[in-house]
T-cell receptor, first 114, second 116 residues
């Protein structure tokens, strides 16, 4: 089955700890994205990558880091510098980022900082 | 700064009712407008609209775009309890940095609840 997988589904972390969220896709998509969703808010872009070994900051990149070593994988690390990390994190991919390409979303990871 | 505003923010209807969800936008270098349905987890794609006045339909759902007035509507007829979800509107536009680099800006969503 083609699709996007994210793990874990739920994640709890103590303040001051870094945590890495996994995102894998087997759709052969070039572009991948990370969004954050807070209650009553729209999706906000954290980072995106148009191609392997390249990525750019989105609108709210502070306190986050990413890597894109393989086309299929785009992990997101939430660092201790992120002041308010409790949120629902969504990963997405699209064929390219050159327009007219709908993004397909993974099931999300709900991160709670205790 | 690109802006997408959805209304209403929430809506409660009875099965069989028809609903209209609104999405207005202010963006530079508009490319397309997309509608997604989100039921607790992954948003699923509904429609992509690029041209004014051309209705897109999928079963009981339909959507249309007005590029002059900068808005889109999503209609759902004969609603069912399975239509209960958050409906997200997103606008694809060229990034300020230019090139062929596009971004999606999402609205806050409309929470639709369909009661039996």
């Amino acid at each position: 089955d083609g699709g996007i997988t994210q793990s874990p589904k739920y994640l709890f972390r103590k303040e001051g700890q870094n945590v890495t969220l996994s995102c894998e896709q087997n759709l052969n998509h070039d572009a991948m994205y990370w969004y954050r969703q807070d209650p009553g808010q729209g999706l906000r872009l954290i980072y995106y990558s148009q191609i392997v070994n390249d990525f750019q900051k989105g609108d709210i990149a502070e306190g986050y880091s990413v890597s894109r070593e393989k086309k299929e994988s785009f992990p997101l690390t939430v660092t201790s510098a992120q002041k308010n990390p409790t949120a629902f994190y969504l990963c997405a991919s699209s064929m390219a980022s050159g327009g007219y390409n709908e993004q397909f979303f993974g099931p999300g990871t709900r991160l709670t900082v205790l | 700064e690109d802006k997408v505003v959805q209304s209403p923010l929430s809506l409660v209807v009875h099965e069989g009712d028809t609903v209209t969800l609104n999405c207005s936008y202010e963006v530079t270098n508009f490319r397309s407008l997309l509608w997604y349905k989100q039921e607790k987890k992954a948003p699923t794609f509904l429609f992509m609209l690029t041209s004014s006045g051309i209705e897109k339909k999928s079963g009981r759902l339909s959507s249309i775009l007005d590029k002059k007035e900068l808005f889109s509507i999503l209609n759902i007829t004969a609603t069912q309890t399975g239509d209960s979800a958050v409906y997200l509107c997103a606008v694809e536009a060229l990034r300020m940095s230019g090139g062929s680099n596009y971004k999606l800006t999402f609205g806050k969503g409309t929470l639709l609840t369909v009661n039996p």
